[in-house]
């Protein structure tokens, strides 16, 4: 089992939809969750973080977290085709400091 | 604040030959990284440094790949002999001490061994 697992899609939405991106992780000690975008070609960048079970709102998106089932998501409100790219899960495993192991990332594709 | 700055952007060798990255973090971030990016995968952890010392390094193939953070500023990490397997792009990140503290992404360094 993979520690962080995440479909690879394609995610494919219409433009104005709410995207939905999932993530499932195996070690119940870990402490915080990162949702990172990263456009062809292009190094990751930060979106948002949680660590809290519930839900986290930023914008357009929604970090949901619950530890219980080990499982992390991402929605994406008012989807625009500029949200293409793909979304990295990370999961930090560290105590006193970060271990952030990352997911295989998902695909997402906003049509016009 | 300026970020995280890597040198190469691109590299291409020719297996068995030797490569050498850099990485200058943000200023004040005790923490530094270094993943392996292969195309379609995640990010994978090489190497994590605590000012100069090294927190987690089970990942990094040591018989080939070495990495020094000298007077905890500054990063490099060297292949060599390189395998065509190492082509990817090489990412340096750094990050602030807490557990919630992001990693902040370089550019990358994308090597091609031929």
């Given at each position: 089992q993979k520690e962080v697992e995440q479909n690879s899609g394609p995610l494919s939405?219409?433009?104005?939809?709410?995207?939905?991106?999932?993530?499932?992780?195996?070690?119940?000690?870990?402490?915080?969750?990162?949702?990172?975008?990263?456009y062809s070609g292009k190094s990751p960048e930060l979106i948002m973080f949680i660590y809290s079970n519930g839900d986290?709102?930023?914008g357009r998106f929604t970090a949901q977290l619950n530890k219980a089932s080990q499982?992390?998501?991402?929605?994406?409100?008012?989807s625009q085709p500029s949200d293409s790219a793909t979304y990295l899960c990370a999961v930090n495993r560290g105590s006193g400091f970060q271990k952030?192991?990352?997911?295989?990332g998902t695909r997402l594709l906003v049509s016009p | 604040e300026a970020g995280v700055a890597q040198s190469p952007r691109y590299?291409?060798?020719?297996?068995?030959?030797?490569?050498?990255?850099?990485?200058n973090p943000i200023s004040g971030h005790a923490t530094l990284y270094w993943y392996q990016q292969i195309l379609g995968q995640g990010p994978k952890l090489?190497?994590?440094?605590?000012?100069?010392?090294?927190?987690?390094?089970?990942?990094?193939?040591?018989?080939?790949?070495?990495?020094?953070?000298?007077?905890?500023?500054?990063?490099?990490?060297?292949?060599?002999?390189?395998?065509?397997?190492?082509?990817?792009?090489?990412?340096?990140?750094?990050?602030?001490?807490?557990?919630?503290?992001?990693?902040?992404?370089?550019?990358?360094?994308?090597?091609?061994?031929?």
């Open positions: 939405v219409p433009e104005g939809a709410i995207a939905s991106l999932n993530c499932t992780y195996s070690d119940r000690g870990s402490q915080s969750f990162f949702w990172y975008r990263q986290k709102e930023d499982y992390v998501s991402l929605l994406i409100r008012d952030l192991v990352f997911g295989t | 590299k291409i060798i020719e297996k068995r030959q030797s490569v050498a990255f850099w990485c090489l190497i994590q440094f605590q000012n100069n010392g090294v927190v987690d390094d089970s990942q990094l193939p040591k018989d080939r790949f070495s990495a020094e953070r000298l007077k905890g500023v500054d990063s490099t990490l060297k292949i060599q002999p390189a395998k065509l397997e190492d082509s990817a792009v090489y990412l340096c990140a750094s990050s602030s001490r807490g557990p919630a503290s992001p990693l902040h992404f370089g550019n990358g360094t994308r090597l091609t061994v031929t």
